[in-house]
């Protein structure tokens, strides 16, 4: 086990250097000057040069890698070309709405796909199977965006029943800060519910099949029992990994719904960024994205052991 | 293909599931040729936009501004009069035509790269490495980050969402290539000495075609809704030229007051992700039943 996990940590590292290589080379993949993109359009000679220093454009590209790749081992992510402040402290203040966002999302999109998959599985091949899946196929392809506008003009601007836009923090009591979760956590949630409900069932349906489930059943155990503690329990890996694949999806989906829903969080950062030419934003914000990824999906592959105490490493 | 066998009703509580025989209702053959047939009118439509609509896409007219759909405006005015119907059917031109570039353009990368790393052992791992960095990134950032470092046109978003979609691809092509290469028929061709352009073309890609442009209908899918996202994100096609994702975008600042010119062309992005995803779905039951697991594992595009 410890191997393993040293193996599987030592993994994680050229994946973050191919991340950190695509991050670092962004800048130069462009047309052109870099430091002209960034001072835009009406920028004199000096400002040009003035980003070139600040940016140490000046260097041969190896050293430069070095130096960038130095600073971000050490927590700097540089300084942003637009507000002056540093990238890291940019991200600290904003991290918070799209946490809340992101763990509301897994929560609820877990509470309602799981149990739905377990159903239709249980239920493969009934009605109730298929309403389940294709209602997890229309999920998959509904822009997120469209759900979003249209619960909010629904809901927000209509009825008056949540509010319209925007983010409150806890700070600001419990039900204001809910209440601005709900829809953007149901329209981010479609897709990662799709997701998982599928696969729920399609792990499910297999197990389902297994003899030892038929055994379960034979000496006479509640169906509920043998659902969620013999089918569930052997489901389970599947399902998790692909919580943990989904991580990918759910970060690029709050940008979207951030977006839609005004909330002060990374994805609002993102797109700011990109407007702006922010490249020190934009590079630290793939990097941290990137990194949550990787992280998540190694603290999934550790957990195995705990799920299956079959895998053995 | 068999027909749909329909399951006894179930009264009791408790039964196993029986999977031999049965289809979802969005496989088969009847969702095959019905989502087919989706797409070739939304295709057609968009294609012959200048001969459904003679009102210009782009035609300004300040005074009938946010009108909701009506007999002369179908799909209602935006905020600067622009009709949405014409915006929507020529959106359509560019949207489809992101989707096909990106799909043709994962396949090639997918299918080269892929093939690479199945055949050259030392290339193997580096590549591989690089596609699970390019994966460690979500798509959307990706392709976002891309379009902001390049000249936002036409080619730089296909080019820019083809990114993102390539890893997937390669990781099936090498997957499906490692399992042929082992099959007689390849050693056969090896022993004769095939050269290997020739053994790939002819022995190898023919035989992994199936699960590839099952592959190649997600990207599609992906590509439509990646280019949307991207022009609400700022990043996307420039507003020159109507996409559907660029209409929806244009229309945000009014959204509260008219839904419509955000409405249309999203179901229409809706209706042609949902109708590839089917055909995607029910043209790997199709094309080979056997290729289904290959397919999700790995990581059929959501």
Redesign the interface.
Known sequence: MVSYAARRLLGVI??????G??VFM??H???GD?AA?IAGDFATPAQIAHIHTLLGLDQPLPVQFGRWGWNILHGNLGVSVFSGVSVVKLIGERIWPTLALAVSTIVFSCALSIPLGIFA??????AID?SV??LA??A???????VG??M??VLG?NWHILP?QGYAPLSAGLWPFLSHLIMPTVTLGF?YL??LARITR?SM?EV??QDY??TA?AKGLK?RTVLTVHALKNAAVPIVTTIG??I??L??GA??TE??FAIPGLGRL??D???Q?D?PV?QG??LV??GV??VVNLLIDLAYTLLDPRIRY | MVAAIEPPAHRRPWRLPRLVGWRSPLRGRGALIGAAAVLIVIAAVSIAAPLITDVSPQELDPISRLLPPAADHWFGTDGLGRDVFARTLYGGRISLLVGFGVAVLTTVFGLLIGAIAGFARLADELIMRVMDGLMAIPGILLAAALMAVSHPGLTTVIVAISVPEVPRMVRLVRSMVLSVRERPFVEAAVLSGTRLPRLLLRHVIPNILAPVVVQATFAFAMAILLESYLSLLGAGIPPGIPSWGNIITDSINTVRTAFWPILFPGLFVAITVLAVNILGDSLRDFLDPRFVRQVRMAGSAP
């Open positions: 050229p994946v973050m250097l191919v991340v290589v695509f962004l800048l993949l462009g047309a870099p993109l599985a249980w239920r493969a091949g009934t298929r899946m294709a196929v229309a998959f392809s509904f822009p997120v965006f469209l506008y249209a909010m003009i601007v319209v897709v799709a997701l399609a349906v389902l099949s489930i038929r059943r169906m694949n989904g990918a999806l970060i690029g940008v979207v977006t839609v993102t797109v960024a990109i407007t030419h490249y934009i914000l793939i994205f990137g990824y990787v």
